[in-house]
């Protein structure tokens, strides 16, 4: 695995990958792996000659009260875990070398982005897809894969994707979680214990209203209800939202249609998790 950390060189030896024919598979992430990211390198060694994966902790996606200073890393180990995976580049560029200069040009994603975590994260999607559309612009590959767990992300990319034409394929790949059901997340490490055991709930409530729906509950404040109950329970978990939505533009649904996006953010302690089911063929 080659690890390079300047967008010359990262081009170069791109280039000469392409020049021989061969096909580009990215994995844009932060770092801090688990199996959720290696997941998406899996899936992009599956389909692709060269599998691609950036770590970058994009400043302009977070607000001034988040957590950028300290999000979680550890650059040796993603090293040796992307390496295990069989990444063959690892793209590790500085916030300089991503910003340099004054920038004045950004990428925004209407609509979709003013919803569920755009509410709450002003700025944070417009710093996204900034940060992704140069991403895609350096690497310039083929298919991308990003996660579900972070659904609203998925579906702004894809539209930025469509209405910009960009000329590739964005692949999602299911929620990877840890046994007990919790989504696996790089801020799960701010859990304490109990924190940890409170967060089930997430991932409870939302197999709760899987139930409900699958025994014909269409309304969708009865499930929001039952699942608001479930979460009160348990006092360190804060909900910051909860949504039952379409699976394009996330827009509120009072009664379940065919496809149905339940998701929901809440802090727990220090960390702010975010969970999600996609619920089809209702
Ligand atoms: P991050 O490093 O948190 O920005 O995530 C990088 C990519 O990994 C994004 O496309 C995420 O959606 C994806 N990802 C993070 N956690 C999971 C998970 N538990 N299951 C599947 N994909 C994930």
Redesign the pocket.
């Known amino acids: 695995m080659k690890i390079i950390t300047t967008i010359k060189e990262i081009r170069a030896a791109l280039n000469q990958e392409k020049k021989s024919g061969k096909t580009i598979g990215f994995v ?4 801090y792996f688990h199996e ?2 290696l ?2 390198m899996r899936k992009a060694k599956e389909n692709c000659d060269v599998v691609v994966t950036s770590i970058f902790v994009n400043p302009i996606q977070f607000g001034p009260s988040e957590d950028f200073e300290t999000y979680p890393r550890n650059l040796k180990n993603d090293s040796k875990m992307a390496e295990e995976v069989g990444v063959d580049y690892l793209f590790l560029p500085s916030v300089e070398e991503m910003y340099s200069g004054e920038c004045l040009a950004y990428v925004d994603v209407e609509k979709i982005t003013k919803v569920l975590c755009g509410a709450n994260r002003p700025g944070h999607f417009r710093g996204v897809a900034t940060i992704v559309s140069k991403l895609f612009n350096i690497i310039q590959p083929d298919f991308v894969y ?5 659904y609203q ?1 998925l579906v702004a990319i894809k539209k930025m994707v469509d209405d910009l034409n960009f000329d590739i394929q964005v692949v999602g ?5 840890e046994k007990d059901g919790l ?4 801020r799960n490490k701010f859990l304490g214990l109990r924190e940890r055991e409170a967060a089930l709930v997430l991932n409870k409530s939302l197999n709760l209203a899987s139930e409900m729906v699958k025994n014909g509950e269409k309304d969708s404040i009865v499930i929001k209800k039952a699942m608001k109950r479930l979460i009160k329970k348990e006092p360190l978990v804060n909900l910051e939202y909860l949504s039952i939505c379409d699976n394009i533009y996330l827009q509120e649904l009072s009664k379940i249609e065919e496809n149905v996006l339940i998701a929901l953010a809440a802090r727990v302690g220090k960390a702010r998790l975010i969970d999600n089911v996609l619920i089809e063929g209702n």
């Open positions: 844009p992430t932060m770092g959720g990211h997941s998406l990003f996660g579900e767990k972070d992300q790949v299911p929620i990877v979680r989504a696996m997340s790089s």
